[in-house]
Nanobody, 124 residues
Framework: QVHLVESGGGLVQAGGSLRLSCAVS????????LGWFRQVPGKEREFVAR????????AYADSVKGRFTISRDNAKNTVYLQTNSLKPEDTAVYYC?????????????????WGQGTQVTVSS
């Protein structure tokens, strides 16, 4: 059974940082591309960042480019999202996701497995 478990969310002041983690089990981690998405109540879930199987290729939403960094540790079956210079508009539930064909897509529909999410709240 596949599990993705996010952690590291919390309440932080604007300008602060958080490191989100997503521990993955039940699949061959190194063969999956991974992504982070976020969702605010009443809005659609949106792409934040993605990373290829080997970690050599990454991509970001324009809204987080230069502030967030996605990385992965294939030995620990974990993907990370380092979030810096946080803004109130970054407040959302953050989800990690795994995509079996390694396409490192920005599209929700391409992802096969999802975690339950971790709340990030940025106060002004």
């Amino acid at each position: 059974q596949v599990h993705l478990v996010e952690s590291g969310g919390g309440l932080v002041q604007a300008g602060g940082s958080l490191r989100l983690s997503c521990a993955v089990s039940g699949l061959t981690f190194g063969t999956y591309a991974l992504g982070w998405f976020r969702q605010v109540p009443g809005k659609e879930r949106e792409f934040v960042a993605r990373i290829s199987r080997t970690g050599t290729i990454t991509a970001y939403a324009d809204s987080v480019k230069g502030r967030f960094t996605i990385s992965r540790d294939n030995a620990k079956n974990t993907v990370y999202l380092q979030t810096n210079s946080l803004k109130p508009e970054d407040t959302a539930v953050y989800y990690c996701a795994a995509e079996r064909f390694g396409r490192a897509s920005s599209l929700l529909r391409d992802y096969d497995y999802w975690g339950q999410g971790t709340q990030v709240t940025v106060s002004s």
